[in-house]
């Protein structure tokens, strides 16, 4: 599947990490518990409504025991992704 835009691309982390929770019958309780998160939170990313920060992605992979390049494992054309617009902004920080 090629991912064309940031919406497709959360969704197919969000359903990369469902799937690496349930092959380990772990509950969205059980994982956001372990990162100190609430379910309904650990959820909106399951489902690909969220841009969570990298730490969160580390966090979530170590509470599914999986090395965080898990989480991203999936075919990715980045040249066509990078042609797309961009609907989320990086976050600015005040110096």
């Known amino acids: 599947m090629l991912i064309h835009t940031d919406e497709a691309l959360l969704k197919l982390i969000g359903n ?3 799937e ?9 309780r059980d994982v956001a518990f372990k990162i100190g998160m609430e379910p309904s939170n650990l ?5 690909g409504k969220s841009n969570p920060q990298i730490l969160t992605f580390a966090r979530i992979a ?15 054309d980045f040249q066509t992704f990078a042609d ?6 990086a976050r600015k920080h005040e110096k």
Do not use: C, H, M
Not at 20 to 28: Q, T
Not at 65 to 76: A, E, S, Y
């Open 62 to 76: 170590s509470a599914l025991n999986v090395g965080l390049n898990d989480l991203f494992n999936f075919d990715f």
């Open 20 to 28: 690496l929770r349930k092959e380990r019958e772990l509950s969205l």
């Open 84 to 89: 797309q617009p961009q609907k989320y902004q």
């Open 16 to 18: 990369r990490i469902r």
């Open 43 to 47: 959820s909106v990313i399951e489902n």
